[in-house]
T-cell receptor, first 116, second 109 residues
């Protein structure tokens, strides 16, 4: 069956540019999460959606980062005025619900962002 | 948030069992212990989770200490495909995973 997919798989951009990263969750999953992973580190939580709304965006590093999920399915992570420090792998995950006890998070392969 | 401590790296010979430890001394009574692993150039994948009792599935076993302050992920026969970074996670809040740096497992042929 189809898992979580992310596009593009790789993105190279220049400092100051705007980028959009897309996540297609598993069909029927209401919860969606974005994480960021720097080299040699574990993934770091960015934002969580329950349906269309961002239930927790406490992990977004600053106001250059924004994410949407307008129809409760596909999500887009948007980064304005990119900086070299934004270079990382951006991971998306989804789960059927947000129940931490019962639900497994399924991760996509990630988008590798390189800001030159 | 409950914190986990894992060794940075471990090695195992192929076809031998591997025991990956995790300390979580500040665990609360309702925290489940989750294990994920991340193969090279892939996103993390679920391995196993448990609360108090030892758990088994097709991938691994999870042994949880009686006081729940530590747990051990057991791979019964390591293969080269098991080489990955293994994360022990205690979910924060209702949904948020806090990953540490995990244990990098190297499997020797």
């Amino acid at each position: 069956g189809a898992g979580v997919s992310q596009t593009p798989s790789n993105k190279v951009t220049e400092k100051g540019k705007y980028v959009e990263l897309r996540c297609d969750p598993i069909s029927g999953h209401t919860a969606l999460y974005w994480y960021r992973q720097s080299l040699g580190q574990g993934p770091e939580f960015l934002i969580y959606f329950q349906g269309t709304g961002a239930a927790d965006d406490s992990g977004l590093p600053n106001d250059r980062f924004f994410a949407v999920r307008p129809e409760g399915s596909v999500s887009t992570l948007k980064i304005q005025r990119t900086e070299r420090g934004d270079s990382a792998v951006y991971l998306c995950a989804s789960s059927l619900t947000a129940d931490r006890v019962r639900e497994t998070q399924y991760f996509g392969p990630g988008t590798r962002l390189l800001v030159l | 948030d409950a914190k986990t401590t894992q060794p940075n790296s471990m090695e195992s010979n192929e076809e031998e069992p591997v025991h990956l430890p995790c300390n979580h001394s500040t665990i609360s009574g309702t925290d489940y212990i989750h294990w994920y692993r991340q193969l090279p150039s892939q996103g993390p994948e679920y391995v196993i989770h448990g609360l108090t009792s030892n758990v088994n599935n097709r991938m691994a076993s999870l042994a949880i200490a009686e006081d729940r302050k530590s747990s051990t992920l057991i791979l019964h026969r390591a293969t080269l495909r098991d080489a990955a970074v293994y994360y022990c996670i205690l979910p924060s809040g209702t949904y948020k995973y806090i990953f540490g740096t995990g244990t990098r497992l190297k499997v020797l042929a």
